[in-house]
């Protein structure tokens, strides 16, 4: 049920992501292809003003020429005429059209001709394009700056802007001044919007806000996943290890209540030998039990941070060697045998006795639990060291570690699975003991592995500085 929620949610996210990014871009791009006709209806609108108002600067010329004429013209017929603004100027045309037929062939005749005279650069009048360019965009609603140059028909460039910014110039737009013209005669204008990008995506803000709170909910799901995955693991560790406690308890409290019958059975015949070997059948199990309990504590402790370690300088080659004439009696018991190589030639660290013999004990103890049936025990103790360090190194030929228990075998509460849940004794505290105490020694521990051929532990602890 767990998984099937997680997927659904994790598909309903993903989509959810999909469909808000498509809007954003669908979004973008509407805004931009706008933006575009905008600009496009603009330049064209500008170069059309600008051919307009060639022809009406050349037109206002052809007045002055016929102003005479105007004027003998409306004083013969008692005429009063105003010169004011555009109506004016038109109805001065019309009347020199009236009073001269001929007039406006005349005078398209001498545009062409006055603008054949003149070169390109000329007739630009830079001015007017550029108002004309601002005005233009301003009607379709377009208020961004824009930098602007100007090409004659050869590509070479007539004018720029005074602040002209390259910037946005791969995304420009062109228009060509003077259309009519014969082709030697026309010219190109080309705009570019330096914030041109910021301004369509400026409409996508919000949906990008909620882009990213989206992604935010996603990723804050996979840590909520992710924590109920980890606590149900642990969960499983901490119920595996009260079954291994009560199973590691059970033992030893059946045999000091079967010792403790047979003392109160008044039916026995006790000699001394059997008061004396029941007795310390009861103190061997209970001291047992004492040091179940005291591993469980002492775990306790470490993750609470109270552990107070006794550091002094000691020799860890002599440490080492005292730990392993102990054991040995035990290694060869299971019908193995322990290999001693001491070689590092300056072993001085700063350590805590107890603990550091205890580290030594609990790998040393693992190898002799996880041994293999079919081949003996073969178990390798050695040291070395450089200038600054010195390595540790634990070996046997025991049935090894699968590589996805590699990377747990230090967490507290885990056991490797060895097929029978209980055929290994033990709570899954060893290894993790092991790996906070070579932490609190400065040290650090690695393990490798193969299934089935044996187990290496390296401890790297600093030296003593002289």
């Known amino acids: 049920m767990i998984w099937t929620i997680c997927l659904t949610m994790g598909v309903c996210f993903v989509v959810l ?63 009063d005429i105003t010169m004011t603004g555009m109506r004016t100027f038109q109805r001065r045309i019309r009347n020199a059209y009236i009073y001269e037929r001929e007039v406006l062939d005349e005078v398209i005749l001498r545009v062409l001709y006055a603008s054949g005279e003149k070169g390109f650069e000329e007739r630009v009048d830079k001015d007017f394009l550029v108002q004309a360019l601002r005005r233009s965009l301003r009607n379709n609603g377009i208020e961004l700056e824009f930098h602007y140059r100007v090409f004659n028909s050869e590509g070479r460039e007539v004018y720029r802007c005074p602040d002209y910014d390259p910037e946005g110039e791969d995304y420009s737009y062109s228009q060509t001044l003077f259309r009519n013209d014969p082709t030697g005669k026309m010219g190109v204008v ?17 949906i990008y806000l909620a882009l990213l709170f989206t992604l935010f909910l996603f990723v804050t799901f996979l840590i909520t996943v992710y924590l109920v995955v980890r606590q149900k693991r642990l969960t499983e560790l901490k119920n595996d290890f009260i079954n291994n406690m009560t199973h590691e308890f059970k033992t ?9 019958q047979m003392l109160s059975d008044n039916k026995l015949q006790k000699s001394p030998d ?17 040091y179940q309990v005291e591993k469980v504590l002492q775990m306790s402790l470490y993750d609470g941070g109270n552990i107070a370690l006794k550091m002094q300088p000691l020799d860890a080659n002599e440490l080492i060697d005292s730990v392993v004439q102990t ?11 322990l290999e001693t190589n001491l070689d590092a030639s300056n072993s001085m660290v700063k350590v805590d006795e107890m603990h550091f013999t205890n580290i030594i004990f609990n790998l040393m ?39 996805d228990d ?61």
Do not use: W
């Open 190 to 206: 080309s705009i570019h919007f330096p914030k041109l990008n910021r301004y369509v995506l400026e409409v996508a803000n919000m």
């Open 327 to 337: 054991f040995n009696v035990k290694v060869v018991q299971n019908g193995g045998c």
């Open 365 to 403: 103890d693992n190898a002799v639990k996880y041994k293999r049936d079919d081949v003996s025990l073969e178990l390798k103790v050695s040291t070395k060291s450089d200038s600054s360090n010195l390595y540790i190194q634990v070996e046997d030929n025991g049935i090894g570690i699968q590589k």
């Open 274 to 290: 059997t008061y004396e070997r029941l007795s310390g059948v009861i103190y061997g199990e209970t001291k047992r039990l004492r």
């Open 17 to 79: 992501l999909y469909l808000q990014l498509r809007y954003a871009r669908t979004m973008i791009a509407v805004r931009r292809e706008q933006f575009n006709e905008g600009v496009l209806r603009s330049l064209d609108a500008a170069s059309r003003n600008l051919e307009r108002n060639e022809t009406m600067l050349y037109l206002q010329d052809v007045v002055g020429l016929y102003g005479d004429s105007l004027d003998m013209y409306s004083s013969s017929y008692g005429m």
């Open 406 to 466: 590699l990377k747990r075998v230090f967490d507290k509460f885990y056991r490797v699975h060895t097929g029978n849940t209980h055929n290994v004794k033990g709570f899954g505290l060893g290894l993790a003991y092991v790996h906070k105490m070579v932490s609190l020694h400065h040290g650090t521990i690695k393990v490798s592995s193969e299934l089935g051929k044996g187990t290496r532990f390296m401890i790297t602890l600093p030296l003593c500085k002289e």
């Open 252 to 260: 030893p409290i059946s045999t000091i209540s079967i010792a403790a």
